[in-house]
């Protein structure tokens, strides 16, 4: 079930921690460095660890790439490279700013023994993609 509930701006931070924020701000801004300060060909992405050590790609391979085809509008090519971040960030980005900016907040309760084999289905479906389209 989706509820959407007024509440106040201020509590979008409790519970989160100093460290959360300084690691968020980390990448946010390495993030950014790479995409504004990448050559004009594009940024040089090296493969993630999981890749360069057990030679598949991860489930999350090619989220780098998709937050940069974001950024330029490119949501077939965010959507190709990556399914899961692709639509994630976006929806993340609609949580924040919609609890930041207006005070409102969306939720969605389901119980633990659905919820749980849906978000691993998920993960699972999209690393399935980015394995088939990666190891070529």
């Known amino acids: ?58 489930p999350l391979c090619g989220g780098t790439t998709s937050s940069f085809a974001l950024l330029s509008g490119q949501f077939a090519k965010a959507f190709l490279t990556n399914p899961l971040v692709s639509l994630a960030l976006p929806l993340a980005t609609l949580w924040a700013v919609s609890w930041l900016a207006f005070g409102y907040r969306f939720s969605v309760s389901l119980p633990l023994p659905f919820a749980l084999p849906a978000i691993l289905l998920l993960v699972l479906s999209n690393w399935a993609y980015v394995i088939s389209t990666r190891m070529q």
């Open 1 to 58: 079930m989706i509820r959407w509930e007024k509440v106040p701006r201020a509590s979008f931070f409790e519970g989160w921690t100093r460290g959360f924020f300084l690691g968020l701000t980390v990448f946010v801004t390495a993030v950014s460095a790479a995409y504004f300060f990448a050559p004009s060909n594009g940024p040089d992405l090296t493969p993630c660890a999981m890749r360069q050590i057990l030679g598949i790609p991860c």
